[in-house]
């Protein structure tokens, strides 16, 4: 479930906290962290049009911008 949520990070930048959490108890879940993986997906049942559309066009131009101090 870990794996499917890290993919889906990539067009659901909302997601990234949570599932970042989730991902440290990988080696060692216990049912609190399945009850957090499962809300997430609830989460994600319920809003199912947030997300980052990527368009197939030549001219796409993607920027970003960052502050890290």
């Known amino acids: ?3 499917s ?3 889906l990070t990539a ?3 909302d997601i ?3 599932v970042g959490l989730c991902v440290r108890f990988q080696a ?3 049912l609190s962290h399945l009850k957090a993986v499962k809300r997430i997906l609830k989460y994600l049942k319920g809003t199912p ?3 980052l559309w990527y368009p197939k066009s030549d001219d ?3 920027k970003s911008y960052m502050d890290a101090d």
């Open 5 to 7: 949520l890290l993919y």
């Open 49 to 51: 049009n947030l997300g």
């Open 28 to 30: 060692n879940p216990k």
């Open 60 to 62: 796409f131009d993607l």
């Open 11 to 13: 067009t659901r930048p």
């Open 16 to 18: 990234m906290f949570s």
């Open 1 to 3: 479930m870990i794996g």
